[in-house]
């Protein structure tokens, strides 16, 4: 058999990871040579720079191509699933960059110049999950983007309560990563190959005699990208790794690293255990359930807990969590004849996520700034003090909980329609009493903010991109909610189901 080799063209299509190495291995470089007392904050600007450009060549060389190219067999696959995912972690990785220019300080973060260049790495590792489709490039793409997650999560050296949470993450993280290698090789032990559609068609044609293995195979990557995802019961990590972490390396966690473990638990469930081939044998049946079973505990175990929480970094987790069920949902109950607009009503909704949850951890960073408090009690009268970031936090809190005319409202409506299309009837029940409860701690916040005085706290002066981001994401979350179908007739027009999900050529 001839050897694959990647062409000379074929870089082309590598443009936007890249930009986004040669960027990182600069920037890293400018920061050894610079003096110890130089300011940094240049270097974060170049970091978004960038970002932009890497976007721009995704939408230039890799959205909605012809058709969808594969470099080494399969090893790295450009279509539209990927493209779209990518312009997502793109987007989040550069609000997150934007909203700590100005706002990290050295006394926080005694390596700024390490946080800028270093949230490079962490997206590629996720573009490189988007686009895998073989299973070891797949894990490199999961350990860049993890380890990569676990030193940001640790640069606050000094901070007791940071030390702890980066333990807990590269411990438990370490765990996740075994389980889903363990996965991985019986899939391979199975199949004789790591690349996904080779699996499949192996899976389609003996599955019967492999039923106990594919179980376990399953079961053991549902775990693993479960912790990735923050999804319960895999989700004990977030709660303490969101508090310990700096605000906006919480923000990139429970955005940017989820959108990636999502993307690939679609890619992977799908591809290998959802296939066509299998689709209708009681096996793709318990594999459906098993991924319900998870949405629903997700849903339930986030929303309920978050009722307790009074630290607003440990609410957004809780909350994150609940999303992961959301999230889930059209996963899990599969496309049908009735119901083949799954991966819209999932983007649609992971972007929602992405500015709703930007946007709160804006608001965060700049009460944090100015009060010193991450609990609810920092939001007291904030209504007073600064009546414009106050209506932009209800702006984004409403799309939180989910009311009309929101983002969030229109995302969970899609996922709720395609659970009753496929008569999932309890699990949309699930996803209805479960935000229905949501309410009481996303309007918790609103108390706060309207019906309680705090006289003694001092003006808000939030950094200017702060200010922005909070805004914008504010904006995007009302504009989202009142031309919901433009994007949702988009995605469909450009995406294709057996080519970008299923590889098929």
Not at 96 to 102: C, H, P
Not at 156 to 175: D, H, P, S
Not at 309 to 330: C, E, F, H, M, W
Not at 456 to 471: C, D, E, G, H, V
Request: aromatic residues 14%; charged residues 10%.
């Amino acid at each position: 058999m001839e050897p694959i080799r990647l062409q000379l063209q074929d870089l082309g299509l590598l443009a936007p990871e890249l930009t986004l190495v040669v960027a990182a291995v600069i920037l890293s470089l400018l920061d050894l040579l610079l003096p110890r007392q130089a300011g940094r904050t240049w270097l974060g600007w170049l970091s978004l720079i960038s970002i932009a450009i890497s976007a721009v060549f995704v939408v230039l060389y890799q959205l909605n191509p012809a058709e969808p190219k594969q470099l080494l067999l399969y090893s790295y696959r450009i279509d539209d699933f990927a493209s779209i995912i990518k312009l997502v972690l793109l987007v989040g990785a550069g609000l997150v960059t934007f909203m700590s220019i100005g706002s990290v300080r050295e006394e926080e973060v005694p390596h700024v110049g390490e946080y800028y260049y270093l949230l490079l790495p962490a997206t590629i590792g996720g573009m490189i999950m988007a686009s895998s489709g073989e299973l070891i490039t797949l894990f490199v793409g999961l350990e860049l983007l993890s380890i990569t997650s676990y030193i940001l999560v640790a640069m606050r050296k000094k901070n007791w309560l940071t030390n702890e949470a980066a333990f807990k993450y590269i411990v438990l993280g370490g765990i996740s990563s075994a389980v889903i290698l363990y996965g991985m090789s019986f899939l391979y032990g199975m199949t004789g190959s790591t690349v996904i559609p080779q699996i499949s068609s192996v899976l389609e044609r003996s599955g019967e005699t492999l039923q106990p293995m594919i179980y376990l195979s399953f079961f053991l990557l549902l775990a693993g990208f479960g912790f990735k995802a923050a999804a319960a019961p895999f989700h004990m990590w977030a709660p303490d790794v969101y508090q310990g972490s700096f605000t906006p390396v919480t923000a990139f966690l429970a955005v940017v690293s989820k959108a990636a473990a999502f993307a690939i638990l679609f890619r992977v469930m799908y591809t290998v255990f959802a296939s066509p081939g299998i689709m209708g044998t009681p096996i793709h049946s318990d594999f459906l359930l098993g991924m319900m079973v998870v949405a629903a505990a997700a849903m339930i175990v986030g929303n309920f807990v978050a009722l307790r929480q009074t630290n607003l970094k440990r609410l957004l987790a809780y909350s994150g969590i609940a999303n992961s069920g959301y999230l889930l949902v059209p996963i899990a109950v599969q496309f049908s004849i009735v119901h083949f607009s799954n991966f819209a009503e999932f983007v649609y909704y992971l972007i929602a996520y992405l500015f709703m949850n930007i946007g709160m951890f804006a608001v965060l960073m700049i009460i944090e700034r100015s009060t010193g408090e991450e609990d609810l009690k920092g939001f007291a009268g904030l209504y007073y003090r600064a009546p414009g970031m106050a209506v932009a936090t209800v702006l984004l809190v409403l799309s939180l909980a989910g009311l009309p005319v929101s983002a969030g409202f229109f995302g969970k409506l899609f996922i709720l329609l395609g659970a009753m299309q496929t008569q999932h009837y309890w699990l949309g029940a699930i996803l209805i009493a479960t935000s229905v409860i949501s309410f009481y701690y996303y309007f918790g916040l609103i108390r706060q903010m309207f019906m309680r005085s705090d006289d003694a706290s001092a003006p808000i002066r939030p950094a200017l991109p702060l200010s922005i981001t909070m805004w914008l994401c504010a904006a995007a979350s009302v504009l989202l909610g009142l031309f919901p179908q433009g994007v949702l007739a988009y995605i469909e027009q450009i995406f294709t189901l057996t080519q970008d999900l299923f590889m098929f050529s």
